[in-house]
T-cell receptor, first 118, second 114 residues
Framework: DTGVSQDPRHKITKRGQNVTFRCDPI?????LYWYRQTLGQGPEFLTY????????KSRLLSDRFSAERPKGSFSTLEIQRTEQGDSAMYLC????????????????FGPGTRLTVL | GESVGLHLPTLSVQEGDNSIINCAYS??????FIWYKQESGKGPQFIID?????DKRQGQRVTVLLNKTVKHLSLQIAATQPGDSAVYFC?????????????FGRGTQLTVWP
């Protein structure tokens, strides 16, 4: 399988605990995105990387959230001191941007990690 | 700000009929549009995309139409099949240098009846 993979697929945690999710993009894709999706809504952008550089962060990404892509391959998204409002599907996507200003930056999504905060 | 929305939240069609899913956007600076299909419990799956310098693009059983005058996007699915049942999202990218984010609408639930 050469698609985007995410781990774990499901995570149940208690309020106040820290959680970390992993995303493995499609091989050789240089861009990696994180989105959050709540029930009945479309995905909302959180942040994205080009190689190892984090280029943009949404205002949704509070100081409890941190994302890394240390070697420009896989990425992790950590949520500290989880709150019930963090319950959502966390989606990762990757793309191969051929130029810095490439508009046709087709993003391919992984299956997501469903987080439930009790 | 950017806004991507949908005219209808649900659409029911009979197997074999054609489906049309509509989407409105408000940002004239949007230069790239994508349709995704999302089945329950899965991530969005790329269907087809179109750049703003085009008004029509065809794929296998799908056609995307873009009307920039009225800021309207549609996805046509020919000979709809039960496997097409899913939520369909349109997404847009706003023109800019390093802005890679996509803006998604709420989605349309397509149900195909046998």
């Amino acid at each position: 399988d050469t698609g985007v993979s995410q781990d774990p697929r499901h995570k149940i945690t208690k309020r106040g605990q820290n959680v970390t999710f992993r995303c493995d993009p499609i091989s050789e894709h240089n861009r990696l995105y994180w989105y959050r999706q709540t029930l009945g809504q479309g995905p909302e952008f959180l942040t994205y990387f080009q190689n190892e550089a984090q280029l943009e962060k949404s205002r949704l990404l509070s100081d409890r959230f941190s994302a890394e892509r240390p070697k420009g391959s896989f990425s992790t998204l950590e949520i500290q001191r989880t709150e019930q409002g963090d319950s959502a599907m966390y989606l990762c996507a990757s793309s191969l941007a051929t130029s810095r200003d490439s508009p046709r930056d087709t993003q391919y999504f992984g299956p997501g990690t469903r987080l439930t905060v009790l | 700000g950017e806004s991507v929305g949908l005219h209808l939240p649900t659409l029911s069609v009979q197997e074999g009929d054609n489906s049309i899913i509509n989407c409105a956007y408000s940002n004239s600076a949007s230069d790239y549009f994508i349709w995704y299909k999302q089945e329950s419990g899965k991530g969005p799956q790329f269907i087809i995309d179109i750049r703003s310098n085009m008004d029509k693009r065809q794929g296998q059983r799908v056609t995307v139409l873009l009307n920039k005058t009225v800021k309207h996007l549609s996805l046509q699915i020919a000979a709809t099949q039960p496997g097409d049942s899913a939520v369909y999202f349109c997404a847009e990218k706003v023109g800019g240098s390093t802005l890679g984010r996509l803006y998604f609408g709420r989605g349309t639930q397509l149900t195909v009846w046998p």
